[in-house]
């Protein structure tokens, strides 16, 4: 069984330095203000109403008072319809902000995939949907993301290898390796070299010159010399 390749990312943490993200939130919250701001102001409309309406409501007659309350309940409904069409679930501002992040969402996800892809995981968590209770730092794809959407993440990879390096677990596992390295080399080390000449060894003994004897200067031999 081939184990999977796991690793995770926080969106939140993309969110908060992807600049189309960010100006996509900026106009969301631009269009929050101002429907605020026209509920706001219809609200002061009718607390107008009903203090007006409290201070004459001895002086008019059933007529005026009935027409000045059908009024009054009118904008009361007004505002309360206004404030569930724009806050409501599926309301005007969940369309919007649908509408806003759609492309950034598939933006992210394209590049959480393409990160996926280069690194060879099977599976990558989105922490910021699924808490995870604990995970090893190396894990985290997040800055490589970042840096394939072009967010500047020089600040956040370095406290992730600040982080990793605090890990006991990466530290084990690094001084396994670098155990098992010098058994390698150490094992290399040992073995002859059969092109090395062995330090120990005595070299050859020189041959000695042999002497070749003068040839006597008188050579020749006379008759009596030679047996016969």
């Known amino acids: 069984m ?5 690793g995770y990312v926080s969106t939140d943490a993309i969110k908060q330095k992807y600049e189309p993200y960010l100006m996509a939130q900026q106009r969301l919250d631009q269009m929050v203000t101002d429907w605020k701001a026209e509920i706001d102001l219809m609200q002061k409309d009718i607390e107008g109403m009903e203090l ?3 201070k004459n409501r001895l002086i008019w007659g ?10 009054l309940d009118n904008k009361r409904k007004k ?7 724009v806050f409501e679930p599926g309301g005007k501002y969940d369309q919007e902000f649908e509408s806003a992040m759609k492309s950034i969402w598939e933006k992210i996800y394209t590049g959480i995939q393409q990160v996926a892809a280069t690194d060879g995981y099977d599976i990558v968590w989105d922490k910021s949907s699924d808490p995870l209770v604990y ?10 993301v970042m840096k394939v959407l072009g967010i500047n993440a020089d600040s956040l990879e370095k406290k992730q290898l600040q982080v990793i390096d605090s890990d006991p677990r990466n530290q084990v596992k690094r001084e396994t390796r670098s155990r098992s390295s010098r058994r390698r080399s150490t094992s290399r080390s040992e073995a002859p070299d059969p092109n090395r000449p062995d330090p120990n060894s005595q070299p050859p003994s020189s ?13 020749t031999r006379s008759e009596e010399d030679i047996p016969r």
């Open 2 to 6: 081939v184990a999977q390749k796991i």
């Open 52 to 54: 007006e309406m409290k």
């Open 62 to 71: 059933d007529n005026e008072r009935e027409q000045f309350q059908r009024e």
């Open 79 to 85: 505002r309360e319809t206004l404030a569930r069409e």
């Open 135 to 144: 995970v090893n730092a190396k894990f985290d794809l997040t800055v490589k």
């Open 207 to 219: 041959i000695p010159s042999i002497p070749i004897p003068d040839k006597p200067a008188d050579s």
